[in-house]
């Protein structure tokens, strides 16, 4: 037994029998042949290329691409299963990746095509989607594989461009621009890197070709799945104008009522309309989608990597939360798990935020800047719990998160620290960590979740911790 330093509930950390953790590495969809697997030509692929030669202009505009996986969720599941001996393809049943409806983390993130033919959508509830077919198969997310299924696909696009921009967990644009000499010709090179990222990874992406990312990120979002579209300007007019408005980017539910208010139901009524009268009616975000709808957009692929804005940790509570010790339980289980991740990444956060959900569904938070940066646990743990304090309007509560943000490297610590219960307290986060790394994360627990019915370390790698898609391209 070791006994953690003035800490929070006299906290004793139990040491469990150590063994090899066996959660090793998971091992990425790699190399395998897939039986089935649609590889129809689009009837935009020809037509594309016809243009792309026949237009000089769109070569000189330069050329991206907008590489995104199909049902990433599903397909990286699906790869995985069949990789590790499945027989079955998740990808040719009705099946979704979903939480449990048990934990009321019951959200379809991910469904197959045969799913989708009994009306079953992505945000929707589990419990609703088995309502709609209930031989459904459910499986539960797994961020850790994504994220390694989805930096495979970047070593892959990175054999052919230097310039790739992610620009979600299963999204990203990818510069043309110094390829020619190598790769001539952009649709084929498209061909060969869709048949790549199946046969060396298992799962189909859509591609989309064009002179900026605005207009290939909506030719990718044509005709799905594993398919090539081109979207050139001059191609826009009759493969673009003819979608209903909602389908622009950046046009979500809200601004689609107000434009069909004023008689906008497709693009091209949104690309036609009196750009004077957009400004003064619905603002700069009125003017983007303006331009949107009629191709303009001249963002650069931004080659470098997106640096981590922060690092969080949530977790939805299988019972609603009603006094502050659960509470404070479920900070520290939080805490445990985002401190080790900064620590992991050699960083510190300065700004601290806690999250709050109600059985109500409603949300809010609350933050603050810390005295100095840090990855300390505790440091972390206690300034959740007096945000917490502060915010908490004593409502039951569903979910709750801590979030770490205005990061700096941890080299700054080195020279800060001189405050001597810092230096035990990082001193003692460091040994915790190298245990955890050596025998598992959960041969070390503290005494205080021993009879508590919420989990030791909660949380984990989820959705928020990559770049998702953002207004800005
Ligand atoms: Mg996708």
């Known amino acids: 037994m070791l006994l953690l330093p003035e800490h929070m509930f006299g906290d004793i950390i139990k040491v469990r029998s150590p063994r090899q953790s066996a959660a090793g590495k998971e091992k990425v969809p790699g190399r395998h042949r897939m039986a089935k697997g649609g ?3 689009c009837s935009n692929e020809r037509a594309g290329e016809r243009n792309l030669h026949a237009n000089g202009k769109a070569k000189k505009q330069g050329i991206v691409f907008h590489i995104d996986v199909n049902s990433a969720y599903l397909s990286w599941e699906a790869a995985y ?6 027989p079955l393809d998740l990808r040719n049943i009705p099946s979704i990746v979903g939480g449990n409806p048990a934990e009321r983390r019951g959200i379809v993130l991910a469904k197959s095509i045969p799913a989708k033919k009994f009306g079953i959508k992505t945000g929707e509830a589990v419990g ?10 459910v499986v539960k997310p797994r961020y850790t594989l994504y994220k390694e299924c989805s930096e495979a696909m970047i070593e892959v696009l990175k054999e052919y461009s230097p310039q790739i921009q992610q620009y979600s967990i299963d999204e990203c644009f990818l510069d043309y ?6 790769f001539p010709d952009p649709i084929t090179t498209a061909h060969k890197i869709k048949k790549r990222i199946f046969a060396e990874l298992g799962f189909t992406v859509n591609i989309g070709i064009s002179t900026n990312k605005l207009l290939a990120k909506m030719a990718s979002e044509l005709k799905k799945p594993d398919k090539i579209h081109t979207l050139f300007p001059e191609e826009v007019p009759d493969k673009m104008w003819c979608l209903p408005v909602e389908e622009l980017f950046m046009v979500g539910r809200a601004t689609a009522k107000k434009l069909h208010e004023r008689g906008i139901f497709t693009i091209r009524d949104l690309a036609r309309y009196d750009k004077s009268l957009i400004k003064p009616w619905l603002k700069s975000h009125g003017v983007m989608i303006w331009n949107y709808a009629n191709g303009i957009e001249c963002s650069p692929v931004k080659g470098d990597v997106i640096p981590i804005k922060g690092v969080g940790n949530s977790t939805t509570i299988p019972f609603d939360i009603c006094e502050s010790r659960k ?3 479920v900070l520290l289980s939080l805490a445990e798990k985002v401190s080790a991740r900064l620590r992991q990444t050699d960083l510190l956060g300065e700004v601290l935020t806690v999250s709050l ?6 949300s809010y938070s609350h933050q603050k800047r810390l005295e ?15 945000l917490f304090e502060e915010a908490w309007k004593q409502e039951p509560l569903r979910h709750l998160g801590i979030r770490l943000s205005e990061l700096c490297s941890s080299d700054f610590q080195q020279l800060t620290i001189h405050d001597g219960a810092l230096e035990k307290k990082t001193k003692m986060d460091q040994v915790v960590d190298q245990i955890r790394k050596r025998y598992g994360s959960k041969v070390l627990i503290r005494s205080c979740f021993l ?5 030791p370390m909660s949380g984990g790698t989820t959705e928020e911790d990559y770049p998702m898609m953002s207004s800005v391209l």
């Open 177 to 182: 621009k110094g390829m020619k000499d190598h």
């Open 128 to 137: 609703a989607a088995l309502h709609k077919c209930p031989d459904l198969m």
């Open 357 to 362: 959900k109600t059985d109500e569904l409603d």
């Open 327 to 329: 509470a404070h339980l």
């Open 81 to 86: 299963r069949i990789q590790h001996g499945d």
């Open 372 to 386: 100095l940066p840090t990855n300390c646990t505790d440091v972390i743990y206690q300034g959740a719990v007096q």
């Open 451 to 455: 009879h508590a019915d919420i989990k």
């Open 39 to 41: 590889r129809g030509m």
